[in-house]
């Protein structure tokens, strides 16, 4: 028989999710982070465009994009010597016929500053003036080291004498009559009060496996491609450019450009790959706004980005059961938005006050409870 592992609370999934979440958890108590693959950060989280863009996301998400930002910037010392942000900034383009997405998007961001077609060009050259017709700058918009802060949540994880346990992928989980979740996986078995369900794509299987109702998360795929920039070069200090239709966007990465078709197509959770219509058609929608030719993709990849249907993430204790705590949903926003998130996280699953920074954004945690979507599912027979 296997031997049992008693833990104070097992987190499934080892992405950025359940990394930061089970860091959080793990300052007083004994935690175990299970992943099936052979690494943390294997899916989603290791397939980001590395970019925080305050105005990015609803209402919600904005909220805790502000709450994470000046830890992101400058965590405490015992985090990280130095920040995991630098510079970078995003320039929202559109065309004449996109003004009622650009005026939208500036009504519910009132910081954006609009600047003329001719600004737009001088920052970012390649521009054709017709795509760039309308222009807003996001302030606060930095590049991110997802793989530090990756690592950074693991290590403050371990460094409070918790553990990952990679090839780990839970196969079954179910609640004892004394409380107790017993999770089952390749690598043994444990045994918890506590289970967050930070699975990323897989959260609904999870909640299926543990015999709970699934949120409706959807993952859908989305491409990055990087190619060779402009031959005569100096373009690391472009603006990231976001069309405000989300025909594509690009930005400098590492001497080249990274593109994404800004695709949004629904699948079932996998090891997502590229489908290469869904690239060539993005790629064909970026040159019809830029001067350059696209002569050859030297890397692409996809990931899958999984959303609640309302687009916020879903935070709390499942209501059906006791113990099962939801920590997913976290769409195109899961890596500048953790600090917050495991602020929250971690502070929901344990009874404990919020954090000033989430109090300061005036944060409600209704605004995320796996029960909002629950009843918007019920509406809707
Ligand atoms: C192309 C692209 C660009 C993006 N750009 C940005 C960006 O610029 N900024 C930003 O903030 N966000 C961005 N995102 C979104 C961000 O990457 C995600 O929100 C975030 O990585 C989600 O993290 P996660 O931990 O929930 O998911 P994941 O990283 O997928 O982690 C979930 C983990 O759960 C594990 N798991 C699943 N089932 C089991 C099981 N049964 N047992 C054990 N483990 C299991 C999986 O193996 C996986 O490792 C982007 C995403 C994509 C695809």
Known sequence: MTALSHVDAVVIGAGIAGASI???????????VLEAEDMPGYHTTGRSAAIFIASYGNATICKLNRASLAFLRQPPAEFS??????????????????????????????????HTTEEALKRVPILRPEAAAYVLEEPDSEDIDVARLHQCWLRRLTRAGSEVRCNAGVTALSRGADGLWTVETKAGTFVAPLVINAAGAWADDIAKMAGLAPIGLQPLRRTGAILPGPAEGGFDHWQMINDVMERFYFKPDAGKLLVSPVDEVPMDPHDAYVDDMDLAEGLYRFEQAVTLEVTRVDRSWAGLRTFAPDRSPVVGFDPGT????????????????????????????TGQPLRDELTREAFDPQEVAPRRTMVNRLRKH
């Open 22 to 32: 089970g860091a959080e958890l793990a300052q007083d108590r004994k935690v175990v």
């Open 81 to 114: 010597d130095e920040g995991f942000l630098s510079p970078r900034g995003n320039l929202y383009i559109g065309r004449a016929e996109d003004k009622a997405a650009v005026d939208a998007l500036h009504a519910a961001s009132p910081h954006l500053i609009p």
């Open 322 to 349: 006791k113990g099962f705590f939801w920590f997913a949903g976290q769409g195109g926003y899961g890596i500048q938005t953790c600090p917050a998130m495991a602020w929250l996280g971690s502070a929901l699953a």
